[in-house]
């Protein structure tokens, strides 16, 4: 009967070896898969119109208009616009309707603070009232009032505000100052997301 020579060193290389080959797997962190987090490149999607397009929910989170001034986005219809929605990159997602018309979105607040945009208040008709104004992936209010600035009287059957040139300031996510061309200021304040009637 032959004896097996075990050699304490050569044991405890390849013990060694062996602890080091799985310390080495553990030490590597996992490769992510690109497949279990990415978002779909395009889906179908109802963009809410009802109240003006100004924010939309998609990816899990919510996304702005890129575009600042809401009224120069076309008019889709009322209340929901058919068509698909795709992320286009990681913090831009993007509206295409059937008629061709593309609408950009991004996951943060659009608009750079401290800097006066050209912009237009309307004064409500038959009062001093200026209503609440989309602007900057917001929707904003003030309970002021321009000085000698009224809409026009009910039942005229032309229009239903008087418009206020200016430009508008964001001083911080929630505040924002309007100045008429004629130097009245108006102090508005950000509302939360909601919904509308």
């Not at 593309?102 to 038959?126: C, K, M, Q, W």
């Not at 009232?129 to 900057?136: G, K, V």
């Amino acid at each position: 009967m032959r004896r097996q020579i075990v050699r304490p060193g050569l044991s405890l290389i390849v013990a060694a070896l062996l602890l080091a080959g799985c310390g080495g797997a553990a030490a590597s962190p996992p490769t992510p898969s690109a497949t279990a987090t990415a978002t779909p490149l395009s889906q179908p999607f109802r963009l809410f119109t009802h109240c003006g397009i100004v924010t939309t929910y998609f990816a899990g989170r919510t996304f702005y208009l890129e575009e600042l001034d809401p009224a120069r986005v076309p008019y889709l219809g009322n209340p929901e616009a058919p068509g698909v929605m795709m992320l286009v990159s990681p913090h831009v997602a993007e509206f295409a309707d059937p008629a061709g018309h593309r609408i950009r979105f991004v996951d943060e607040l659009p608009g750079a603070l401290n800097t006066p945009y050209p912009f237009a208040v309307h004064v409500l008709s038959g009062g001093n009232r200026i209503i609440d104004e989309p602007f900057a992936g917001r929707h904003w209010h003030t309970a002021e009032t321009l000085p000698g600035i009224v809409g026009p009287p009910y039942g005229n059957g032309l229009d239903r505000f008087t418009v206020v040139p200016g430009t508008f300031t964001i001083l911080d996510a929630e505040d924002a100052v309007f100045r008429s061309d004629a130097g009245a200021v108006v102090h508005f304040t950000a509302l939360p997301l909601a919904g509308c009637d």
